[in-house]
């Protein structure tokens, strides 16, 4: 079936018909989704090399993988691919095998460059990102999945890092804790940064002083979480509550406390970022897991749908969203209750 036919049965314009399944903002949602549901029902199909010929794209979306948080990432792609899968549209993923500054400039000067993409996510932005300054200077169409304070135009999605660590630590400060560690994610990253302001801004907004020695940074792992949870466990003025950075590191925690003799939820108190992972519940663990929740597939879905929506002519400077995020108490937060020697 060509593109005149299908629209002539829709009653609609070829015109609407190829907007419509394009993403173009100004066909309603309403349009584009009764154009979807039939372009299923028909089995039609654009004429993908026409498509491409006409549009000068190549259909796909480049995301360069990075060496930590593979979890985080499976989720992220599954959340893509759901979104574009009736789109014509592939996912490129690039592999960095080097972490070094130069080489990933390199890397994303290339991809650019190569013309083997139309758009580019960029992952974990810092302060100062020059990723964004780069591809900015190439004109390449771009979102970032985070945010950065650099000051060049970028379209960004992003959760309330900050509002959710300062609403967790809030609670177990209202829950008598005052020793109270976190253990965040990489240093330099700009969601680490927003979620060590929320950490100080609740402790100083209470009038307790921010110790340095209850904070640690690195990648979300259960073996670095175990690690740092252990040296900060057999301080002589132990933590009695922790704020994690994930699930993977809140594992880690968990091993940690256990190892000591010490229990979940009484001993020690656990409050964690979740990211929804259908292998790893909040609900499931021992006890269940207290949590800001997020889901990274939802980004992942979202930060698809925005790509083709600045693909489809959408000004960069209009797509900023900021995601709130919930609080979900379980079974690892309680009152404090005094330590064990």
């Given at each position: 079936?060509?593109?005149?036919?299908?629209?002539?049965?829709?009653?609609?314009?070829?015109?609407?018909?190829?907007?419509?399944?394009?993403?173009y903002?100004?066909?309603?949602?309403?349009?584009?989704?009764?154009?979807?549901?039939?372009?299923?029902?028909?089995?039609?199909?654009p004429?993908?090399?026409?498509?491409?010929?006409?549009?000068?794209?190549?259909?796909?979306?480049?995301?360069?993988?990075?060496?930590?948080?593979?979890?985080?990432?499976?989720?992220?792609?599954?959340?893509?691919?759901?979104?574009?899968?009736?789109?014509d549209?592939?996912?490129?993923?690039?592999?960095?095998?080097?972490?070094?500054?130069?080489?990933?400039?390199?890397?994303?000067?290339?991809?650019?460059?190569?013309?083997?993409?139309?758009?580019?996510?960029?992952?974990?932005?810092?302060?100062?990102?020059?990723?964004?300054?780069?591809?900015?200077?190439?004109?390449?169409?771009?979102?970032v999945?985070?945010?950065?304070?650099?000051?060049?135009?970028?379209?960004?999605?992003?959760?309330?890092?900050?509002?959710?660590?300062?609403?967790?630590?809030?609670?177990?400060?209202?829950l008598?804790?005052?020793?109270?560690?976190?253990?965040?994610?990489?240093?330099?990253?700009?969601?680490?940064?927003?979620?060590?302001?929320?950490?100080?801004?609740?402790?100083?907004?209470?009038?307790i002083?921010?110790?340095?020695?209850?904070?640690?940074?690195?990648?979300?792992?259960?073996?670095?979480?175990?690690?740092?949870?252990?040296?900060?466990?057999?301080?002589?003025?132990?933590?009695?509550?922790?704020?994690?950075?994930?699930?993977?590191?809140?594992?880690?925690?968990?091993?940690?406390?256990?190892?000591?003799?010490?229990?979940?939820?009484?001993?020690?108190s656990?409050?964690?970022?979740?990211?929804?992972?259908?292998?790893?519940?909040?609900?499931?663990?021992?006890?269940?897991?207290?949590?800001?929740?997020?889901?990274?597939?939802?980004?992942?879905?979202?930060?698809?749908?925005?790509?083709?929506?600045?693909?489809?002519?959408?000004?960069?400077?209009?797509?900023?969203?900021?995601?709130?995020?919930?609080?979900?108490?379980?079974?690892?937060?309680?009152?404090?209750?005094?330590?064990?020697?």
């Open positions: 079936m060509k593109l005149k036919e299908f629209a002539k049965q829709l009653g609609l314009s070829p015109t609407t018909v190829s907007r419509a399944l394009s993403g903002p100004e066909v309603s949602e309403v349009t584009r989704a009764r154009v979807v549901q039939e372009a299923v029902r028909l089995g039609y199909r004429n993908v090399n026409a498509v491409r010929l006409k549009t000068g794209r190549v259909g796909a979306i480049g995301v360069v993988m990075g060496r930590a948080g593979e979890f985080h990432f499976a989720e992220f792609m599954a959340g893509m691919a759901e979104r574009l899968i009736t789109e549209t592939d996912i490129l993923v690039i592999p960095m095998a080097n972490p070094e500054y130069d080489a990933e400039m390199q890397l994303y000067r290339r991809l650019a460059e190569s013309q083997r993409v139309d758009a580019i996510i960029v992952h974990s932005p810092r302060p100062n990102d020059q990723r964004i300054a780069l591809l900015h200077e190439l004109g390449m169409p771009f979102l999945h985070g945010r950065s304070d650099i000051d060049v135009p970028h379209p960004w999605l992003d959760i309330d890092n900050e509002g959710a660590v300062r609403r967790a630590t809030s609670h177990l400060i209202d008598g804790h005052t020793r109270i560690a976190m253990i965040n994610g990489r240093e330099g990253a700009t969601y680490a940064l927003h979620r060590d302001i929320g950490y100080r801004s609740a402790l100083q907004s209470h009038g002083e921010v110790d340095p020695q209850l904070i640690a940074n690195g990648n979300f792992t259960d073996e670095l979480g175990f690690r740092f949870a252990r040296s900060f466990l057999e301080q002589p003025k132990r933590p009695t509550a922790f704020v994690a950075g994930s699930m993977m590191t809140a594992l880690g925690i968990y091993r940690a406390a256990r190892s000591l003799g010490l229990q979940i939820g009484s001993d020690v656990v409050i964690a970022h979740d990211d929804v992972f259908p292998y790893l519940t909040a609900d499931n663990m021992v006890p269940s897991l207290s949590a800001t929740r997020s889901s990274m597939r939802a980004a992942g879905t979202r930060c698809a749908d925005l790509v083709l929506q600045l693909l489809a002519g959408r000004s960069p400077t209009e797509i900023h969203e900021l995601w709130p995020v919930e609080l979900i108490l379980r079974e690892s937060t309680g009152p404090v209750r005094t330590p064990r020697t």
